[in-house]
C-alpha cells in the first residue's frame, strides 16, 4: 500500500471510531436544587393590645430614661413587630414590696380587660429582710391577681425573675461580703416563684443571670450603681419575648 493511501485510511478509520465514540450517551449531570426556607413571620396578634406592668423600681426603671424602661422597650419592640396598637399602664414604684402592690392593685381597680400582663416583684421583700412567709403567702395572690387582669386567662401572664442587686457597685460597696448571702436569698425567691408557676402553667422568665454580669460588664448597670441599665432592660425584653408572642397569640 502506497504511504499516500495508507494516511487517507487512518484519516477515514479516526473519523469513523470518534463519530462512534460520540453516539454513546454522556452521564446525566445532577445538580442540588437550593434549599429555600420559607419567610420568617411572627404569629398574628389583635390590632390593639392592652399591656400592664405590675411591679417595683425594676418595673418603673429606676435612673434610667422612660423609654429605656423594660415595660416600654417591649411596648416599641412590639410595636416594630406587629401592625398593632399597644397601650401600656404601669403599676409599680420604686421600693414597693409584695405587700405594697397588692395595696395598689386593690386602691387602683385597673380593669380585667389586658391582652398581657407582666409580673416583677419580691426584691424588696428581702431587701427589707420582710419575713419568706410574706412572699409565699403574696407572691401567689399576685400571680392570680394577674391572672384575673388579663382577661381571666393564665396564658397571658408573664413573670420575670427578680434580678441580683449583689453584682452591682452599690451593692458590692454596701454589703461587702455579704453578697452571697443577697444571691443566695434572691435564688431562694426566684425558686419558689418558678416552680409555683410552672405548677401553675404561668410563664416565667429567668433574667437574674444577665443582672450578674453587672460587675464585669458595667454597661449593665444604671448610673445609680444599682439598678439595670437600659442596656440590661434591652436584653431582658429579648429574653422575654419568646414567651410574649405565645401571649398574644389569637
Given at each position: ?23 454513546e450517551?454522556?452521564s ?9 426556607n ?10 390593639s ?45 420604686t ?55 388579663a ?73 445609680d ?11 431582658f ?14
Amino acid at each position: 500500500m502506497k504511504p499516500d493511501f495508507k494516511q487517507i485510511v487512518i484519516v477515514i478509520l479516526s473519523g469513523f471510531l470518534l463519530s462512534c465514540s460520540s453516539d454513546e450517551p454522556s452521564s446525566p449531570i445532577t445538580t442540588t436544587p437550593p434549599v429555600v426556607n420559607p419567610p420568617t413571620t411572627n404569629p398574628p396578634i389583635s390590632s390593639s393590645v392592652n399591656y400592664l406592668a405590675l411591679g417595683d423600681s425594676y418595673t418603673i426603671g429606676q435612673s434610667v430614661c422612660e423609654t429605656c424602661r423594660f415595660p416600654e422597650q417591649l411596648k416599641a419592640s412590639l410595636n416594630a413587630m406587629y401592625s398593632s396598637t399597644i397601650s401600656l399602664k404601669i403599676i409599680a414604684t420604686t421600693g414597693w414590696t409584695t405587700s405594697n402592690l397588692l395595696s395598689a392593685i386593690e386602691s387602683q381597680k385597673p380593669e380585667s380587660n389586658y391582652d398581657l400582663v407582666t409580673l416583677l416583684i419580691g426584691v424588696n421583700n428581702q431587701y427589707q429582710h420582710k419575713s419568706f412567709s410574706v412572699y409565699e403567702k403574696e407572691f401567689p395572690e399576685l400571680v392570680n391577681k394577674a391572672i384575673m387582669l388579663a382577661k381571666g386567662d393564665r396564658k397571658n401572664v408573664v413573670v420575670i425573675s427578680i434580678p441580683d442587686y449583689a453584682y452591682t457597685p452599690y451593692g458590692k460597696s454596701l454589703f461587702g461580703e455579704q453578697t452571697s448571702t443577697i444571691s443566695s436569698e434572691i435564688d431562694q425567691y426566684n425558686s419558689f416563684a418558678e416552680n409555683y408557676c410552672n405548677n401553675s402553667q404561668v410563664a416565667f422568665v429567668s433574667i437574674t443571670d444577665i443582672t450578674r454580669m453587672g460587675l464585669s460588664n458595667p454597661n449593665l448597670v444604671a448610673s445609680d450603681g444599682l439598678h439595670p441599665s437600659q442596656a440590661a432592660y434591652k436584653m431582658f425584653v429579648d429574653r422575654m419575648m419568646p414567651k410574649v408572642k405565645i401571649a398574644l397569640q389569637n
